[in-house]
Every structure is written in structure tokens, then in C-alpha cells.
């Protein structure tokens, strides 16, 4: 059975920083690209980023680049956002999915920044 | 960047009846190997999205057979046969042939 538990969330003073994990299990997470979408309170949904299956091409939203960085450690089966400079536009469910078709999501991370 | 656009935004069903949603693209989805990566997601109140329907018309794993997908380079359709009680929630369209990755706005299906 494929599941994707995020982890990390929480709340953060504006500026501040957190780090989600992504832990992947149930397929062969070395061999495909992985992405974070987020959804603000009440909103849509907002592609982040993406990462190539090995790491070494990545993506960003204009919003979060400069800010943001995806990696990912294949021996771990983990993916991973580290999330800098954090702004209270940067709060919402921050969700972990498979590419290229979105077949798989994570429940899910809360990041609330709020001073 | 391509711009994914829904109609309806809100769409009253009554139970048995069949439903359709439009998302058309600002661009062709088509891409360079061939794939078309549009995409049908289903978010239930409270829960993580959960996929449909990918590369325009093939039905998830579990998803039922009352929901199917149509179309072709920008226009796509999701239809709904005869819409049940748990098809309640919100339904995005999204397309993942270039980047950015873009969503649509959403539509929301209530029952009348």
C-alpha cells in the first residue's frame, strides 16, 4: 500500500523557519519525481515545488523561490521542504505528492506563521 | 505559464443526476513525449485530494466507473454519470505537462 506522511508543521513566527519530511512507502520512491502542493484556509490548491526523481533538477513557485528548498534522500525514502523567511501568506496544509499524475497524496502538514 | 480555467464554480446536483465540469487550459497540455498530463482531483470536506481521473481520461485505481474523462489538447471535460451523496466536495483540474504545475479554481458539487 503506497503512503505519504508529512510531518514538520507547526507554528512559526514570521521570518522564521521549519522543515517538512515527506515519508514515502510502497513503491519505489528512488524512480519518481515528487512534488508539495499547499492549500491556504479555505482556498485552493497551490503547486510548490517539484524534484526529479534523483535530485538533481528542481522547480519552484515565483511565491517561494529564493525561499523555499526541495531535496529529498532516496536512502531514506524522504522528501523534504525547508521553508525560510517564512511569511503569514505561507500558512496552509502543505501536502507531499507523487508526479506526474498526482496519484498519491500525504494527509498532510499544518504551518501556521502568526506572531 | 498555462492558466487552468473551470466552469462551472458551483455546481447544484440532484441525486441520480449526471454532472459535468469544464477546465480549459491557456495552452496545449500536449506534451513533448507524447502524454497529455491533465489531471481530475475529487477533495472531500476535511481530506487530503484524491485522484480521478489522469492523462485526460483514465480512471484512477477505486474510482468509480460513474466518473469518466474527456477531451483533448485544451478542453476537458469530468462527467459524473448519476451523482451519489459521497460526491459531494470540491474538484480541481490540473495539469502537470509544464512548469509551473497549475490548478484550476475548483468547483464546488453540492446536492440540491
Known amino acids: 500500500e503506497v503512503q505519504l506522511l508529512e510531518s514538520g508543521g507547526g507554528l512559526v513566527r514570521p521570518g522564521g523557519s521549519l522543515r517538512l519530511s515527506c515519508a514515502a512507502s510502497g513503491f519505489n520512491f528512488n524512480t519518481d519525481a515528487m512534488s508539495w502542493v499547499r492549500q491556504a484556509p479555505g482556498k485552493g490548491l497551490e503547486w510548490v515545488s517539484t524534484?526529479?526523481?534523483?535530485?538533481?533538477?528542481?522547480h519552484y513557485a515565483d511565491s517561494v523561490k529564493g525561499r523555499f528548498t526541495i531535496s529529498r534522500d532516496n536512502s531514506m525514502n524522504t522528501l523534504y521542504l525547508q521553508m525560510n523567511s517564512l511569511r503569514a501568506e505561507d500558512s496552509a496544509i502543505y501536502y507531499c505528492a507523487r508526479e506526474f499524475d498526482f496519484d498519491y497524496w500525504g494527509q498532510g502538514t499544518l504551518v501556521t506563521v502568526s506572531s | 505559464d498555462i492558466v487552468m480555467t473551470q466552469t462551472p464554480l458551483s455546481s447544484p446536483v440532484t441525486l441520480g443526476q449526471p454532472a459535468s465540469i469544464s477546465c480549459r487550459s491557456s495552452?496545449?497540455?500536449?506534451?513533448?513525449?507524447?502524454?497529455?498530463?491533465l489531471s481530475w482531483l475529487q477533495q472531500r470536506p476535511g481530506q487530503p485530494p484524491r485522484l480521478l481521473i489522469y492523462k485526460i481520461s483514465n480512471r484512477f485505481s477505486g474510482v468509480p466507473d460513474r466518473f469518466s474523462g474527456s477531451g483533448a489538447g485544451t478542453d476537458f471535460t469530468l462527467h459524473i454519470s448519476r451523482v451519489e451523496a459521497e460526491d459531494v466536495g470540491v474538484y480541481y483540474c490540473?495539469?502537470?505537462?509544464?512548469?509551473?504545475?497549475?490548478f484550476g479554481q475548483g468547483t464546488k458539487l453540492e446536492i440540491k
Open positions: 524534484i526529479s526523481y534523483n535530485g538533481d533538477g528542481t
Open positions: 490540473m495539469q502537470a505537462t509544464q512548469f509551473p504545475r497549475s
Open positions: 495552452e496545449s497540455l500536449v506534451h513533448s513525449n507524447g502524454n497529455t498530463y
